[in-house]
């Protein structure tokens, strides 16, 4: 097992947000996490990454217990997060971003070659490398987002909602890039609202509700099923 | 947009949308019209005297520049003003007071000169362990204060922040006192910078002397300020400490150790400070525990006015304080003793009239 979580439990003051959670991720698998605004994905995928620190609760990460490490060495562990709303450095060109995505990398000519190897996954970035990135369309910084996670070679990939706020054309790109990851060896944890698109990638997907999952299988199992039918996929 | 980005001075901020404009307008007729009596009807300075005074506001400018830098980066990163920076740049200086009288009291006698001392048989050597000197007690007073003051912190309230910073500036001062005394010290230079030396410019037929110390100041404080400026832009560190300007969370997912950049923010802070205390050593000649104080607030205020976080505008704003402080008492003619009401009014008129500074801009997208 690659990822396994274990009774998660996250609070934010008195707000008791992860109620005891229960999942894992396979190597080699595209897990999904889906579920409505407020749920508590970000809140897992931030506990994941270390930003957030569990009340209680195991994370384990290739066999190692990771819940007490801070983020900068869960980066180094080979988990990166490409965070919700993309949270590109604004103020940095897309060269620059990219850099920051490779941080860990002492390596320069890797560095280098990775530049050019994301560059020829996203066309448009090379383009723009030298673009202010606050100044890139919604569709490029999400690429952005996602190519600067890339620079530092991930084992486990957390997306968090990259299908928000982009046009239809623009989610159906992003979920082949994300198949694409997944099939030259990167894990991935896709957390979704979008929850039709995710199910159609997903290995296998859980429910989140309120701080709980509420259930569990295979991609397409969920599709099919009428709870989920009602809850996220319009009911129809 | 205004509104959004300056939650700092709320009040001000609200009463400043009546009477900004009024206060402006005022302002400007007033500046207008001393300026007209002074320089034209009064014509009281001859030109070299203008030129005496802008010079030494450049040098003075120099240092505040170099002190008003760790105002921004400090604020930049933290949201935070460090008002404890002007001691740290004064513990500085007394690294460089000290680190030069030891100097002197190691004599090298020669056969032509019996007396020498190091300081003067190895002034290049003197001078540059004075710098080690006050730079290195700089850099750590930064760094500890950081993380003795500031750090245990980091989740208050910004207002407890800058009660802090204000109660440890008063704290540094006083440990000063405590440690080095009240009176003032002489800072005494090697011999080849001597502070009465200097080339000689003749400026409509009156000599104005050019002092060593204050070019060798202000060759050296832009020397620092490129330093500084290719390590913010160029370096790795530089990049990190950008990135946790903008999103700490973001860095940190990056791999960034946000505490590491934090702590490193102040140390070059420090060192910068560092820099200008020895400077100011060397330049004015005196240093007590007291020295730190009038030039911090006038660096912050040099910081305030080039839109604090943004670096290029401390360095533009701490130079352009140091001409206005210089130039400022007789353009208006008003006794020399106002200069520091100057700086201060600047500061008054900048947080009513345009609180993002004149290069204001916003670095952090993180909101407190
Ligand atoms: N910084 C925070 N402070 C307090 N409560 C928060 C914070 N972030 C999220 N929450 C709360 O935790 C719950 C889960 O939020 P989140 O994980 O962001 O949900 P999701 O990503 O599924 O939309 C929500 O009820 C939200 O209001
Ligand atoms: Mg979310």
Redesign the pocket.
Known sequence: MLLSIENLQVYYGAIHALQGIHFSVEKGEIVALIGA?GAG??TTLNTISGILRPREGKISFDGQEIQQTPPQDIVRKGIIQVP?GRKIFGRMAVWENLEMGAYTQKDRAVIKRDVESVFDRFPRLRERRNQLSGTLSGGEQQMLAIARGLMAHPTLLLL??PSMGLSPLLVEQIFDIIQDINEQGTSILL?EQNAQMALAIADRAYVLETGKIVMQGTGDDLLEDKSVIEAYLGGH | MENKSSPRFPLLLRVSRYIRPIVGVIIAIFLAWQLYSVIVVQHNFSADTWVRFGLSGLILGGMYALIAIGYTLVYGIMFMINFAHGEVMMLGAFGGYFMLELLRFIPMPTSANPNLNFLNAYPIVSIILAFTAGISVSALAGYLLEKIAYRPLRKAPRLILLITAIGASIFLQNLAMLLFGPTRKNVINPDILDRGAGWTWMVSGNPVLIPYTGVFSLVLSALLMIGLYLVVQRSKLGRAMRAVAQDKNTASLMGVDVDDVISKTFIISGVLAGAAGVMWDIHMGLVNHYIGFLPGIKAFTAAVMGGIGNIPGAMLGGMFLGIIESIGPAALGIDFQLKDVIAFSILVLVLIVRPSGILGEKLSEEKL
Do not use: A
């Open positions: 605004n994905k970000s919700e968090d909602e957390v």
